[in-house]
């Protein structure tokens, strides 16, 4: 389903991604781990459509076809999701419109009619109560005033709602409680499905106890070094990154 084949990735004159290869099935769920500054962030803006970074090499496959042709408005039709990805408040505009508005674009790219208000507000009902987002929240405008784990909550929310055939999380690991990493993992893990893939990008060994990767893969100096299964992770929790940094130097 995503494949990434040879990738290789400036910004300015630095190389970030250095011919990185990865392969994602249809409803696997693969986990990034890696040191600091390796480039992972680099990886999901760049599967996302970011701009700012010249790919000079390399391709994405989603089902075959390359998307880095394709704009990010295109790419999140296809269903590519990058989680976390405005964590930033919007002062203006009420979350239920934001919602709407996020899954009727997605509609319309995909030629599906828009939803009538009361099949949305279903959806968000179901949704939000699943994921403990609270009607006062969603009275809110976006963001404002939210917790970093009523962000991450929302945006969970936004991606239960957009139902999304790629979700990519790239954590930020720092600052997310105990409670904001349970709703964020039972998120992903409700919304797992044979038709949906997920990348979960991560510096610590910790979400993945939540969410339980098929595979992982150990990120460094802007490839992959290693893939293996869950038993990876805790690997590198024992002996950290310092192995694979070493071999790249040397
Ligand atoms: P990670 O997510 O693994 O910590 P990033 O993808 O955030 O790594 O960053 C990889 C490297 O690229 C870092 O050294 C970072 O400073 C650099 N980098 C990332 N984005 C930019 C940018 N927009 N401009 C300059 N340097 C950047
Ligand atoms: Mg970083
Ligand atoms: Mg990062």
């Known amino acids: 389903m995503l494949e990434i084949k040879n990738l290789h990735v400036s910004v300015g004159d630095r190389k970030i991604l250095k011919g990185l290869n990865l392969t994602v099935k249809d409803g696997e769920v693969a986990a990034i781990m890696g040191p600091n500054g390796t480039g992972k962030s680099t990886l999901s803006y760049v599967i996302s459509g970011r701009e700012g970074y010249e790919i000079t090499e390399g391709e994405v496959l989603l089902d075959g076809e390359n998307v880095l042709d394709l704009e990010p408005h295109e790419r999140a039709a296809k269903g590519i999701f990058l989680a976390f990805q405005y964590p930033v408040e919007i002062p203006g505009v009420a979350t239920m419109t934001f919602l709407k508005a996020a899954m009727n674009a997605q509609r319309r790219l995909r030629g599906e009619p828009e939803l009538e208000t009361p099949e949305f507000m279903k959806a968000v009902k179901e949704a939000s ?66 038709q949906r893939s997920f990348l979960v990008i991560t510096h610590y060994q910790r979400l993945l106890d939540y969410i339980k990767p098929d595979t992982v893969h150990v990120m460094a100096k802007g490839v992959i070094q290693r893939s293996g299964g869950p038993e990876l992770a805790l690997e590198l929790e024992d002996r950290g990154y310092q192995e694979y940094l070493a071999e790249e130097a040397a």
């Open 129 to 194: 109560a699943k994921l403990g987002v609270s009607q006062e929240m969603l009275r809110r405008p976006l963001n404002s005033g939210f917790s970093g784990g009523e962000k991450k909550r929302m945006d969970i929310l936004q991606m239960a709602l957009l139902q999304p055939k790629f979700g990519i999380l790239d954590e930020t690991d720092s600052g997310l409680d105990i409670d904001a990493l349970r709703v964020v993992s039972e998120g992903v893990n409700s919304l797992r499905s044979p």
